[in-house]
């Protein structure tokens, strides 16, 4: 998702402890040897949306202050 796209509506104010919840339920992990393509696309996209909402939490602390 681009980051200059003006369309997109604003992200409601992100809790820190979703964000913790999020990464205890969809931990940042290594694919296993035994995981098929389509296992280790979708734990990756898991923790694409999951680095997103951080990110966003990040630029919303830093309009606080």
Do not use: C, T
């Amino acid at each position: 998702m681009p980051e200059d796209n003006k369309d997109l509506k604003p992200i409601p104010p992100i809790d820190k402890s979703l964000l913790q919840a999020l990464d205890d339920l969809f931990p940042e992990q290594s694919a296993e040897v035994d995981w098929n393509m389509n296992h280790v696309m979708f734990k990756a996209g898991q923790r694409s949306v999951i680095r997103f909402l951080h990110s966003k939490y990040n630029q919303q602390q830093e309009e606080i202050q």
